[in-house]
């Protein structure tokens, strides 16, 4: 079946909603309501619980729904946000039965797949067709969610969009196919979970897999990435460049099936795993006044090609919509590695020639692939990821190789550098998106970085060309410390832990931790490591998951030394 056919039977205004508040009240200009409403799916009576605000006296307000995320529910500081803007919002679980969770969906026992945690098996259900699956019946719940927020009083039934996050987003691509929808975003979900998930889209070989006949139904009917040429609305997908849930070079392939003529934009935080940085939750507001309020218009797309220049060097342009409006622009490029969620992004350098925004992008290798995108920041704080760029140096002419291997991993010269950590949070919820790794002067003023007393600071500059370990050499950091503690230096690589535990003491000035390959040991066997070429990820974490014992702990000069 295509997703129209898979949908032809469905229909989500059909029966009683039979609404039950369990509570309201109003707060800052807003009221407020708790629910359970009636959804049939398959023939079956779905109790959807749902948390619903609306601006004090609205009348033909603008709406907009909000999916959750994979163990999460409805959503309170969402309702905030949008009715603090003047909107109606419906946040609504769909995950069901959760624990600790006093209220959730009630799934009857025939849609029990319906309950994220107990949908083993059922998931991606193709028999005898994808109505039996998860997604099917999450995505029927969330377009019955549609037609509860649609009879509200005071709610403009033309002006309604919709958001999901993680989960959420996975379950936009399906949902956003419903006419009655103006606008819609996806944060982070963009398909290609099922056959394809292993399978990077710039793999460097072939695939040996092969599809099976369910896979070819579920592909064809029921998986996100089916969907883009049936969006009945604009399209907004957010993400991070080092996203697990949607990778990132398979949501530009997602976005590329979008029918021509239906609008979509892309924002990408460099770096980051399931998190949202700083500017892309503007992005998102303004996503919804433009096309439910009419207030103003995005700027389209940045375009953005690499090239070589007159000297061989591989050089990304960027063309950005209304140059006028740009206040910044930065450039990420990487080498080399099609994983996505191991990739390493460095800095380019963007500088403005005649009009034209070029960065040059240096190789060791021009047989190696190229990846590289443009981080578009606005005046008005609206932040744009240009297109996916990507090439092989030799494939464009005479290319040359002008970059050099690096010793020095990081020296705190350039702020915090190529160093992540693990997601702050994954909800762009305005106003309370964190920065948990910042820059510090430590002893003797020598520059590095900090890090919240929660996170591990990685980076996957082992898997890059210019940063890989050299034979035989052994790993070096300088840190500073107020108390004893224990360090964990973690390497991955290839599905694959390897860890060393090390006593920190607490005292004034730097200390020097050393590690060489045979002390690495891997999590599962305990055998050493044999080589740096096999790694791509270094983590600095603590045992256990255990908060930092100095909560101003720093890091510098993280460095190869080959004796």
């Known amino acids: ?60 307000v603008a709406a907009v729904m909000h999916l959750h995320g994979g163990g999460q529910t409805v959503s309170k500081p969402w309702l905030e946000t949008w009715t603090a803007r003047g909107y109606a919002c419906l ?18 026992e025939a849609l029990k797949q319906g309950n994220h945690k107990h949908n083993r098996g059922k998931a991606m259900a193709t028999d005898p067709t994808v109505r039996e699956s998860s997604w099917y019946i999450w995505t029927a719940v969330a377009r019955r969610a549609l037609s509860y927020l649609r009879e509200q009083p005071g709610v403009d039934k033309s002006r309604i969009g919709a958001f999901g996050v993680s989960m959420g987003g ?99 935080t460099a770096r980051q795993r399931h998190h949202i940085g700083s500017g892309f939750d503007k992005t998102l507001l303004a996503w919804m006044d433009c096309w439910l309020k009419e207030e103003g218009k995005l700027p389209e797309t940045p375009k953005a090609s690499i090239e070589l220049n007159g000297a061989g060097v591989p050089t990304l342009t960027v063309a950005p919509d209304r140059p006028g409006d740009v206040k910044a622009i930065h450039v990420y490029y990487a080498v080399d590695n099609p994983d996505v969620v191991s990739r390493n992004w460095r800095d380019g350098r963007a500088k403005t020639t005649d009009g034209e925004v070029k960065a040059l992008l240096p190789v060791m290798d021009v047989s190696q692939r190229l990846f590289a995108i443009a981080n578009v920041r606005y005046q008005d704080g609206v932040v744009l990821t240009s297109q996916l760029a990507t090439a092989i140096p030799r494939d464009l002419g005479d290319a040359r190789a002008t970059d050099t291997h690096s010793l020095v991993i990081y020296d705190g010269s350039e702020g915090t550098g190529m160093w992540t950590t693990s997601s702050p949070g994954t909800d762009p919820i305005p106003g ?64 694959r832990e390897y860890r060393k535990a090390v006593t920190l003491k607490g005292k004034p000035g730097w200390q020097t931790v050393v590690v060489s390959l045979g002390e690495l040991s891997e999590v599962r066997n305990g055998l050493p490591l044999k080589s740096w070429n096999s790694v791509t990820t270094l983590e600095l974490t603590r045992p256990d998951k255990a908060t930092w014992a100095d909560e101003g702990i720093r890091f510098t000069h993280v460095r190869w030394i080959v004796e």
């Open 170 to 268: 996975t379950t936009m691509w399906s949902f956003a196919m419903d006419p009655r929808l103006k606008a819609a975003c996806a944060i982070y979900g963009c398909g290609w979970n099922r056959f394809h998930r292993r399978i990077p889209r710039f793999a460097k070989r072939p695939s040996q897999a092969r599809l099976k006949e369910v896979d070819k139904v579920w592909l064809g009917g029921m998986a996100p990435e089916a969907y883009p040429p049936y969006l009945t609305c604009p399209m907004l997908f957010l993400s991070a460049t080092n996203d697990h849930h949607g990778k990132m070079d398979r949501a530009y392939q997602t976005l590329d099936r979008v029918k021509e003529g239906t609008q979509w934009r892309i924002g990408l």
């Open 432 to 495: 309370s998106i964190r920065t948990v790794l910042k820059t510090s002067v430590g002893p003797d003023g020598r520059k590095g970085f900090t890090v919240g007393a929660r996170f591990s600071p990685l980076t996957h500059q082992l898997g890059d060309p210019k940063w890989r370990g050299p034979k035989g050499a052994k790993l070096a950091l300088d840190i500073a410390t107020s108390r004893d503690q224990t360090l964990v230096v973690a390497i991955h690589g290839k599905q």
């Open 1 to 60: 079946m295509t997703p129209p056919e898979v949908w032809s039977t469905y229909d989500p205004d059909k029966g009683a909603l039979d609404e039950e508040i369990i509570r309201q009240w109003s707060e800052k200009g807003a009221t407020y309501k708790e629910v359970y409403f009636s959804a049939y799916v398959n023939g079956h009576t779905v109790r959807v619980y749902g948390l619903y605000a609306a601006p004090e006296g609205a009348t033909g």
């Open 91 to 108: 946040s609504c679980n769909y995950h069901g039965v959760w624990d600790n969770r006093d209220r959730y969906t009630l799934y009857p």
